[in-house]
């Protein structure tokens, strides 16, 4: 167990699901927590202190330290009051992990606009407002000669990396998630910041919204279990971890796939300007068959996985 003792973290949305996993898992291994949760429902609306202080009590019972704190991701200053939450709490902030998330699932033709904007400022937005509040915080005390090593962990999503049906909001949003992870490790490597994330997979309230209820197996390992998608987030966060950066970590049960995202493919050059009709002609004589996404069931089998809907 990588050995994060003297460390503090910030879990967001760590008061369910995949993160309260996150904040146990990095409470074991030695860091101070900072459960932040707002408490909404699953559409994001409402707020409930309770969830975020019922890990605290959790992580308490394990002899570790954490504090609650309910600020909303999505709103800036928010956000900057929960960075100062945990320096003011434990003196430092070492581990930032983005996690709160919503959904507002609805076919493209559908979808309202309260459905984009909602799930667009929770996910993406609720990345960036924590992430730049951090990332000045660490700028400071690299500029003022500390040899910094902190850490983000981002989550995206199979939805954000593969494309699912039903997703337009979510799935941009988990996608826009990856861009700024791409982004802000190459900009925040300067400081000694990695910045990383994960497509998680997990029976929480969010899936079986979605898919029904997921039993787990009557025996034996649970590839569904929230806490399987801990471990690469322990790991990232060592201090052995530092030249890894800027990479999207898909996991199920015990598969963990760094993915290949965007990279040069096809190759159409021409010495000039192309013409319609040519650069046509060459899309067809090159993909006789067309040419359209495999869609998130069949990309999550070629990564190792599986759908929860396939349980
Ligand atoms: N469960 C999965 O299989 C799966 C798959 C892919 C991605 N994810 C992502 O993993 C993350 C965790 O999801 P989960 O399945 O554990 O869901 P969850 O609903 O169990 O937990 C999310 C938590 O975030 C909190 N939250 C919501 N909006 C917030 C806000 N504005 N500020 C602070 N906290 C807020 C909620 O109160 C909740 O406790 C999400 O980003 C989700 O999109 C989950």
């Known amino acids: 167990m990588p050995k994060l003792e003297g460390k503090v973290a910030i879990v967001t949305g760590g008061g369910r699901g995949i993160?309260?996993?996150?904040?146990?898992?990095?409470?074991?291994?030695?860091?101070?927590?900072?459960?932040?949760?707002?408490?909404?429902?699953?559409?994001?609306?409402?707020?409930?202190?309770?969830?975020?202080?019922?890990?605290?009590r959790e992580i308490e019972g394990l002899g570790g330290e954490a504090a609650a704190n309910g600020e909303n991701v999505a709103d800036f200053a928010g956000a900057k009051r929960m960075?100062?939450?945990?320096?003011?709490?434990?003196?430092?902030?070492?581990?930032?992990?983005n996690n709160a998330g919503i959904l507002r699932d609805r076919m493209l033709v559908?979808?309202?606009?309260?459905?984009?904007?909602?799930?667009?400022?929770?996910?993406?937005?609720g990345h960036f407002a924590p992430t730049r509040h951090a990332a000045a915080h660490w700028r400071e005390r690299s500029k003022a000669g500390e040899e910094v090593r902190a850490r983000v962990i981002n989550t995206s999503s199979p939805s954000g990396v593969f494309g699912n049906v039903g997703q337009a909001n979510y799935g941009a949003a988990k996608a826009?998630?990856?861009?700024?992870?791409?982004?802000?490790?190459?900009?925040?490597?300067?400081?000694?910041?990695?910045?990383?994330?994960?497509?998680?997979?997990?029976?929480?309230?969010?899936?079986?919204?979605?898919?029904?209820?997921?039993?787990?197996?009557?025996?034996?390992?649970?590839?569904?279990?929230?806490?399987?998608?801990?471990?690469?987030?322990?790991?990232?966060?060592?201090?052995?971890?530092q030249n890894v950066t800027g990479q999207v970590f898909f996991v199920y049960g015990g598969v963990v796939n760094m993915l290949r995202g965007w990279e040069a493919g096809e190759l159409f050059a021409s010495r000039e300007r192309w013409d319609p009709d040519e650069l046509l002609h060459e899309l067809q004589d090159r993909l006789p068959e067309g040419a359209a996404p495999p869609g998130m069931l069949e990309s999550m089998h070629r990564a190792g996985g599986q759908s929860m809907r396939e349980r």
């Open 110 to 125: 559908n979808m309202e606009e309260h459905e984009w904007d909602a799930v667009v400022q929770v996910h993406l937005k």
């Open 83 to 97: 960075v100062e939450a945990a320096l003011e709490a434990f003196g430092r902030l070492d581990i930032l992990v």
């Open 176 to 241: 826009g998630i990856v861009g700024f992870t791409l982004i802000a490790a190459q900009e925040l490597q300067r400081y000694g910041v990695t910045v990383n994330a994960i497509a998680p997979n997990a029976r929480t309230r969010m899936t079986e919204a979605a898919f029904g209820e997921i039993p787990p197996p009557e025996e034996g390992f649970d590839p569904a279990d929230p806490a399987n998608n801990s471990p690469i987030v322990v790991a990232l966060c060592a201090d052995e971890a």
């Open 19 to 56: 993160g309260r996993e996150h904040a146990i898992a990095l409470a074991r291994a030695g860091a101070k927590i900072l459960v932040n949760d707002l408490g909404a429902s699953l559409a994001g609306e409402g707020a409930d202190e309770g969830p975020a202080h019922g890990v605290v």
